[in-house]
């Protein structure tokens, strides 16, 4: 059985920093893209970042990039997000999620190719 679980989430003033972790229960860890994903009030859930199996690959949306870095261990089956300069629009649950070994690395930012989620994590950011 797969289990995901996030951490880091809080509540962190505008120009703060938070450091998301998210630590996965799945044997072949190492084979699988990893993806975060965050739903803001009133909004659809919404690609923030992912990593590919090896890391060598990254992306993010646009709205984060430079500020957030996503990361991997695969010796300890963790993949973190690090997130600076936070703006109030950062406001969200965070969850990660595992990519579908049938999916490509081009499908990385489809929540529908994700097959495993974790519960999330609330992120606050006070203007």
Not at 98 to 106: A, I, K, M
Request: proline share 2%; hydrophobic share 35%.
């Amino acid at each position: 059985q797969v289990q995901l679980v996030e951490s880091g989430g809080g509540l962190v003033q505008a120009g703060g920093s938070l450091r998301l972790s998210c630590a996965a229960s799945i044997r072949t860890f190492t084979t699988y893209a990893m993806g975060w994903f965050r739903r803001q009030p009133g909004k659809e859930r919404e690609f923030v970042a992912a990593i590919s199996w090896n890391g060598v690959a990254t992306d993010y949306t646009n709205s984060v990039k430079g500020r957030f870095t996503i990361s991997r261990d695969n010796a300890k089956s963790t993949v973190s997000l690090q997130m600076n300069a936070l703006v109030a629009e950062d406001t969200g649950v965070y969850y990660c999620a595992v990519l579908s070994g049938g999916s490509p690395w081009s499908a990385h930012t489809s929540p529908e190719h994700f097959d495993y989620w974790g519960q999330g994590t609330q992120v606050t950011v006070s203007s």
